[in-house]
């Protein structure tokens, strides 16, 4: 179980809630989702009826109106468990755009399905051709009468399966640069809007990724989300959350992996003691144990600063930049402590080191979190 008990960032209730949420993700089959590529949909709806789904949406639209540091739970403890279910995605990004910058009529629309697990989100801004430079994007939404016609496409949408709502972010201009790009909702029923496969990842079996296509997809004038013209800055403004919470569920992993290591290496029998008992071991665990002392410590800095609306655009990248690239060494240093055992798909440090490599490419590379740190020094 995740150790919380030197943090002093959550109270009672989020204890409370902690428990709730390690109640619903003990009953994910991770293992079925590994296998299938995909999450049920009665997975998401056992996480909107205990509350875990969008915890920042508003009472006016179902949910609870928390702020993040109760999102940190979840991401936390879904990470800890090793599952790859795309709740995050949902509550951490998604919701915030339409919380941001939804009219009333999208907000009550959209974001009720949202916290119960009846609507499923996905954003979509990578392209075959556009993903660290989005200011690059082809995607394009011509005014088309009262509304849009959508044409293009895009790639690696995480829940792109599943999705029955996608955030589709597009040129609505013709000359290229960051000024021309628009927001727009777009649903799983429209028609030309359709999905390539389930895409075949290294990791994360346990979500589904895939292309999307638009092919003159007619869009009504009341499915542009927030201003015309004004997509960048809404991308710029809302991607500080989305690296936050990729840091949280860096350190979650990270913990969990170091839990397992010591688990292993306490049990493994070798030259006549255990493994945990050698020197390379015991001095290995120590490393680990402080970086994730240094990681716990800086990521309540970061999550509270956030919850203050104080965790600067800097800050969220250089967070993301350090737990994504620590998570990953953990998880080498841990599964090298596991032997050939590591290298077993049976051995839950498989799946975690998998997982790990892709947060330090997702949601923008380390070199791009480095580039933005640079930026502002
Ligand atoms: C599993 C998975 C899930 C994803 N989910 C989503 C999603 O839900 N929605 C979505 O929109 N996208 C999603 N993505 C896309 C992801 O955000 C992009 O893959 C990522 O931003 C990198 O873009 P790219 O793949 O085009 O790489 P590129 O931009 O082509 O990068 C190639 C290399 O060049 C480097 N590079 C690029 N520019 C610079 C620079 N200026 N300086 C130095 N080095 C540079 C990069 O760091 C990288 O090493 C997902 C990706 C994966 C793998």
């Given at each position: 179980m995740l150790d919380t008990s030197a943090r002093t960032i959550f109270d009672e209730d989020q204890a409370a809630y902690r428990d709730t949420v390690r109640r619903v993700v003990a009953g994910l089959d991770t293992d079925r989702h590994e296998r299938e590529g995909i999450v049920e949909r009665?997975?998401?709806?056992?996480?909107?009826?205990?509350?875990?789904?969008?915890?920042?949406?508003?009472?006016?639209?179902?949910?609870?109106?928390?702020?993040?540091?109760?999102?940190?739970?979840?991401?936390?403890?879904?990470?800890?468990?090793?599952?790859?279910?795309?709740?995050?995605l949902q509550s951490d990004i998604v919701a915030d755009y339409l919380i941001a910058y939804g009219s009333e009529e999208q907000k009550r629309r959209y974001l009720?399905?949202?916290?119960?697990?009846?609507?499923?989100?996905?954003?979509?801004?990578?392209?075959?051709?556009?993903?660290?430079?989005?200011?690059?994007?082809k995607t394009i939404a011509r005014a088309d009468g009262n509304g849009w016609r959508l044409n293009g496409s895009k790639t690696y949408i995480t829940n792109g399966q599943s999705a029955d709502l996608v955030i589709v972010c597009a040129r609505t201009t013709e000359e290229g640069g960051a000024r021309g790009i628009s927001l727009f909702l777009v649903e799983s029923g429209d028609e030309g809007f359709t999905r390539g496969r389930n895409l075949d990842k290294i990791g994360l079996h346990g979500n589904d990724t895939?292309?999307?296509?638009?092919?003159?997809?007619?869009?009504?004038?009341?499915?542009?989300?927030?201003?015309?013209?004004?997509?960048?800055?809404?991308?710029?403004?809302?991607?500080?959350?989305?690296?936050?919470?990729?840091?949280?569920?860096?350190?979650?992993a990270a913990q969990r992996a170091f839990d397992l290591a010591v688990e292993f290496t306490k049990d493994r029998k070798a030259f006549g003691k255990t493994v945990f008992e050698f020197q390379n071991t015991r001095f290995t665990l120590a490393d680990m144990k402080a970086r994730l002392q240094v990681g716990w410590a800086h990521l309540d800095w970061a999550i509270a600063r956030h919850v203050k609306g104080q965790l600067t655009a800097a800050e969220a990248s250089a967070a993301k930049l350090w737990h994504s690239e620590t998570q990953f060494q953990l998880c080498d240093m841990a599964l090298q402590l596991h032997g050939g055992a590591g290298y077993m798909n049976e051995y839950p440090i498989a799946r975690l080191w998998r997982d790990a490599r892709v947060a330090r490419i997702y949601g923008g590379t380390s070199e791009i979190m480095k580039e933005l740190v640079a930026r502002a020094i």
């Open positions: 009665e997975a998401w709806l056992a996480a909107g009826a205990a509350g875990l789904l969008c915890p920042g949406v508003p009472e006016a639209y179902g949910g609870p109106g928390l702020d993040f540091s109760w999102n940190a739970i979840v991401d936390e403890e879904v990470a800890y468990a090793g599952s790859a279910v795309g709740w995050t009720p399905g949202m916290v119960s697990g009846e609507t499923i989100t996905a954003i979509a801004m990578t392209e075959p051709a556009a993903g660290s430079d989005l200011q690059g994007m895939s292309e999307l296509f638009f092919s003159d997809v007619k869009l009504p004038a009341d499915r542009l989300l927030g201003q015309e013209n004004g997509g960048f800055i809404m991308l710029m403004s809302q991607l500080p959350q989305e690296r936050l919470s990729i840091a949280v569920q860096c350190q979650g």
